[in-house]
């Protein structure tokens, strides 16, 4: 079966063709992929940290108003 396979595309320069093209476009989906997924996952890490920061924000905000008037 292998044999075969390689006479096959040994004799023809359209199937050398297909199958490089396809290597390509297979490699080139694979890296596109994983920039991709690293763009999202650095896009929601930032909007987690800045939610984070918002939310520090206002719970700092919020608790110390009431210790302030106690104190008054």
């Known amino acids: 079966m292998k044999k075969l ?4 595309i040994g004799k023809s320069i359209g199937a050398k063709l297909v199958l490089a093209m396809a290597v390509v476009i297979t490699v ?11 763009n999202l996952y650095s896009a929601q890490v930032r909007a987690l940290e800045a939610r984070g920061h918002e939310l520090g924000f206002f719970l700092a905000k919020n608790l110390s108003d009431p210790f302030s008037l106690k104190t008054a």
């Open 5 to 8: 396979l390689q006479a096959r």
């Open 28 to 38: 080139i989906m694979i890296i596109s992929s994983i920039l991709i997924a690293r």
